[in-house]
């Protein structure tokens, strides 16, 4: 059946380095990723999102990147801070306004100082 | 803060009980999603609304109900509760129910079943 999932659970990185999390995707039908991140005892939050007619986005200190081929999906933080520490989580969707969304299980992010 | 609130915060109840979560969309938004996060199923969509009308269906158990009402605040009703509803349960909303409307999450209600 479809599924998202995460290649790593946990991710420990140097304050002020590069974090790249990965994700893959199984249903080649999702037409819409987003990435999203939840920090302790609070809800997720939406990071930045990709249509699947693009490649590549980008935002503040963030940069997603899908590769249709392999149906992956990563999430590039550049300059990692302490304030990123937080479980990120890759969604998919479907075209459709009624298609479900489906998340994959979250990679934890630490930030070393 | 997303502008999106639950109620409650917590909430501890027995087995066998009924409970209802409370959501108060962003102002202007129409569309409502609850989700629940729980530590053996991650995150999973539940159901949405907008402006009003059921628009898609998650993986909800027929004893999970919910509504939104004309003033857009949105309920969902959990009967017959066992162990295994214990989790944290999700509001979002939206401007609209298009596939890259933004979401913006609540802060959850934790729910928890003795």
């Known amino acids: 059946g479809e599924s998202v999932g995460l290649h790593l659970p946990t991710l420990s990185v140097q304050e002020g380095d590069n974090s790249i999390i990965n994700c893959a995707y199984s249903n080649s039908a999702s037409d819409y990723f987003i990435w999203y991140k939840q920090e302790s005892g609070k809800g997720p939050q939406f990071i930045i999102d990709?249509?699947?007619?693009?490649d590549k986005r980008q935002g503040q200190r963030v940069t997603v990147l899908l590769n249709k081929t392999v149906k992956h999906l990563s999430l590039q933080i550049a300059a990692t801070q302490p304030g990123d520490s937080a479980v990120y989580f890759c969604?998919?969707?479907?075209?459709?306004?009624?298609?479900?969304?489906?998340f994959g299980s979250g990679t934890r992010l630490s930030i070393r100082p | 803060d997303s502008g999106v609130t639950q109620t409650p915060k917590h909430l501890i109840t027995a087995t066998g009980q009924r409970v209802t979560l409370r959501c108060s969309p962003r102002s202007g938004d129409l569309s409502v999603y609850w989700y629940q996060q729980s530590l053996d199923q991650g995150l999973q969509f539940l159901i949405q609304y907008y402006n009003g009308e059921e628009r898609a269906k998650g993986n909800i158990l027929e004893r999970f109900s919910a509504q939104q009402f004309p003033d857009l605040h949105s309920e969902l009703n959990l009967s017959s509760l066992e162990l295994g509803d214990s989790a944290l349960y999700f509001c979002?909303?939206?401007?609209?129910?298009?596939?890259?409307?933004?979401?913006?999450f609540g802060p959850g209600t934790r729910l928890t079943v003795l």
């Open positions: 990709i249509r699947s007619n693009m």
């Open positions: 969604a998919e969707k479907g075209y459709s306004s009624a298609s479900k969304i489906i």
């Open positions: 979002a909303s939206s401007v609209a129910p298009s596939e890259d409307n933004e979401q913006f």
